[in-house]
């Protein structure tokens, strides 16, 4: 069974920083791009971020502050975000391939 | 960037009731677009990829249309379980982008 399992949200402050993780399993993740999506409180969906192979790729309000990555030894997807603000409090989601599985998601908050 | 213009932003139905989203690009993508159903504080479920593709597990009611710029989601006979948000994305082109949701709620 395909499962994917974010961690790392929370409550951090104006330019600080958080990593989130995404713990996949049931599939082997190298084979697959991996995606972040976020969704502000009573907001729509925002696509984040992918990586494909060795190539990322990211949307324009996040490049340059938001770094995806990932460990297929550890079948784990990460994304660094640095420099946060107010508007990227959201949940975030991790989502497989062209997103036929999503995870639950994890909250961060970036507030004073 | 693509835009994705989706309509209406929300709507009231009765159960029963027929229901059709649209989804419009602002330049052609093909066949590069899914639908997404998203349940209050629940993760978004894919229905369709491909345009018209209806994603294993999802009941035959739901059902997609469309290509190039215009996409459309009918969802034939509404039923409870129906009343929720749904989304269209592109993915066509990077940046990916969604439509602005639809919230489909009980008349």
């Known amino acids: 069974e395909v499962q994917l399992l974010e961690s790392g949200g929370g409550l951090v402050q104006p330019g600080g920083s958080l990593r989130l993780s995404c713990a996949a399993s049931g599939f082997n993740t190298s084979s697959y791009n991996m995606n972040w999506v976020r969704q502000a409180p009573g907001k729509g969906l925002e696509w984040v971020s992918r990586i494909f192979g060795s190539n990322t790729y990211y949307a324009d309000s996040v490049k340059g502050r938001f770094t995806v990555s990932r460990d297929n030894s550890k079948s784990t997807l990460y994304l660094q975000m640095n420099s946060l603000r107010a508007d990227d409090t959201a949940v975030y989601y991790c989502a497989r391939g062209w997103t036929d599985y999503w995870g639950q998601g994890t909250l961060v908050t970036v507030s004073s | 960037d693509i835009q994705m213009t989706q309509s209406p932003s929300s709507l009231s139905a009765s159960v029963g009731d027929r229901v059709t989203i649209t989804c419009r690009a602002s330049?052609?993508?093909?066949?590069?677009l899914g639908w997404y159903q998203q349940r209050p504080g629940r993760a978004p479920k894919r229905l369709i990829y491909a345009a018209s593709s209806l994603q294993s597990g999802v009941p035959s009611r739901f059902s997609g249309s469309g290509s190039g710029t215009e996409f459309t989601l009918t969802i034939s006979s509404l039923q409870p379980e129906d009343f929720a948000s749904y989304y269209c994305l592109q993915y066509n082109s990077n940046p990916w982008t969604f439509g602005q949701g639809t919230k489909v709620e009980i008349k």
């Open positions: 330049q052609a993508i093909r066949n590069d």
